[in-house]
């Protein structure tokens, strides 16, 4: 099998794109299980794999249609669904929250993860149509897990302990990924 064939599912790139996806699932069952920090560190380590897989494709030229579009799973899974799952679970857990709160919150959540899938799938029809400047609008997901990953240590250090103020900081993220604002390419 060779792993520098654009034609191989299973190239290098894709492979690595297919270890962030591995982190993704690995680490909402942690999330379940409360253990929080390593599946921030599995987050992080998909965000490094993120990177490394475009670099990759680039360097190797194993870029294809089927690499774009496993990495926008990838980074849905990784840096909109994931994170929603920490920060849930873990206000939840850290806070004690209950009833109208939790239920609040987790429809804050399903519009975050909504909005993050919108994000990604208008940034693909823009690569289709070869679009993409030399910025993003609006604020990319990884940027957007890393969001939510602060608000996440408000919760843990006891900053925030209210739910409803942490649905108000996750709208405001939710918005951010489908906004106007102009965010530079690294």
């Known amino acids: 099998m060779d792993f520098f064939d654009k034609d191989n599912r299973f190239n290098a790139a894709n492979?690595?794109?297919f270890g962030n996806i591995a982190c993704g699932v690995v680490a909402m069952y942690l999330i379940q299980q409360h253990l929080f920090f390593?599946?921030?560190?599995l987050a992080w380590i998909a965000g490094g794999l993120d990177i490394a897989d475009g670099k990759v494709a680039r360097k190797y030229k194993l870029s294809t249609e089927f690499g774009v579009q496993l990495?926008?799973?990838a980074d849905f899974l990784s840096f909109v669904i994931m994170p929603?799952?920490?920060l849930f679970y873990a206000v939840e857990f850290y806070s004690g929250i209950g009833g109208a709160?939790?239920?609040?919150?987790?429809?804050?959540f399903v519009l975050y993860i909504i909005a993050g899938l919108r994000r990604l799938v208008e940034f693909n029809l823009k690569v289709d149509a070869g679009e993409v400047a030399k910025h993003f609008e609006g604020v990319p997901t990884p940027l957007g897990a890393i969001l939510l990953w602060l608000i996440y240590l408000l919760v843990a250090y006891g900053v925030i302990g209210s739910g409803y103020v942490?649905?108000?900081?996750?709208?405001?993220v939710?918005?951010?990924l489908n906004s106007q604002i102009k965010i530079p390419h690294p």
């Open 166 to 172: 942490v649905a108000v900081l996750v709208a405001t």
């Open 101 to 108: 709160e939790k239920l609040f919150l987790g429809v804050v």
């Open 71 to 73: 990495d926008s799973f």
């Open 84 to 86: 929603a799952f920490l």
């Open 174 to 176: 939710a918005w951010s």
């Open 38 to 41: 390593p599946a921030i560190i």
């Open 15 to 17: 492979l690595i794109t």
